[in-house]
């Protein structure tokens, strides 16, 4: 852990109750409003792997090094790194773990969390520097920083790492370990 109100957060709030705070995304939400077309496109950026453990599962991203290259540096210089997973609580199909970096870096680009796709990696400098990963359908419109994303081909594996984590969070309180290295 990072420090001890993550630990605190993760092992002894009472986060089962966000089950009860989820909720179907109604038609017209935000959600239902996004707008695909004003994704950012991530250019060939320098790559890095994302591994989930105890899950065993690994994916290659690429960082938004071209788009946001302060931020990317940021986060490159601190890497290797391994830090608890954590689940968003009502924003959707969001995880994100507190990184051990403090960046004040220039942002450039920014993309409304609702029009990203599915593996978009984004980094909250606002919010206690969160490094957050988009597995689905997430609600919130606000914009936020562009570290990233995790290529097409490993959906189907950062859905399952969603859903593990989902549990794990709200549920056996079982921590998953994100590492984040160079590839």
């Not at 109604?26 to 950012?40: C, Q, W």
């Not at 890095?48 to 453990?53: S, Y």
């Given at each position: 852990?990072?420090?001890?109100?993550?630990?605190?957060?993760?092992?002894?709030?009472?986060?089962?109750?966000?089950?009860?705070?989820?909720?179907?995304t109604?038609?017209?939400?935000?959600?239902?409003?996004?707008?695909?077309?004003?994704?950012?496109q991530?250019?060939?950026?320098?790559?890095?792997?994302?591994?989930?453990?105890?899950?065993?599962i690994?994916?290659?991203?690429?960082?938004?090094?071209?788009?946001?290259?302060?931020?990317?540096?940021?986060?490159?210089?601190?890497?290797?790194?391994?830090?608890?997973?954590?689940?968003?609580?009502?924003?959707?199909?969001?995880?994100?773990?507190?990184?051990?970096?403090?960046?004040?870096?220039?942002?450039?680009?920014?993309?409304?969390?609702?029009?990203?796709?599915?593996?978009?990696?984004?980094?909250?400098?606002?919010?206690?520097?969160?490094?957050?990963?988009?597995?689905?359908?997430?609600?919130?419109?606000?914009?936020?920083?562009?570290?990233?994303?995790?290529?097409?081909?490993?959906?189907?594996?950062?859905?399952?790492?969603?859903?593990?984590?989902?549990?794990?969070?709200?549920?056996?309180?079982?921590?998953?370990?994100?590492?984040?290295?160079?590839?």
């Open positions: 852990y990072l420090n001890r109100l993550a630990a605190w957060s993760f092992h002894y709030f009472p986060w089962s109750i966000g089950k009860h705070l989820t909720y179907e109604p038609e017209g939400s935000i959600a239902a409003l996004a707008d695909p077309s004003r994704r950012v991530i250019r060939d950026g320098q790559k890095v792997r994302l591994t989930w453990e105890p899950l065993g690994s994916v290659i991203a690429y960082l938004a090094t071209k788009e946001n290259p302060e931020l990317c540096n940021d986060l490159i210089q601190a890497l290797p790194f391994t830090v608890v997973q954590d689940h968003a609580v009502v924003s959707g199909e969001s995880m994100y773990a507190w990184a051990p970096v403090v960046s004040t870096a220039k942002v450039n680009v920014k993309e409304r969390q609702c029009d990203a796709p599915v593996g978009r990696i984004r980094y909250s400098q606002g919010t206690g520097n969160k490094v957050i990963v988009q597995y689905g359908e997430v609600t919130e419109d606000i914009a936020t920083p562009v570290l990233g994303e995790i290529l097409p081909e490993y959906a189907d594996d950062i859905y399952k790492v969603g859903r593990a984590v989902l549990e794990s969070n709200f549920g056996d309180k079982k921590p998953i370990m994100l590492t984040i290295e160079l590839a």
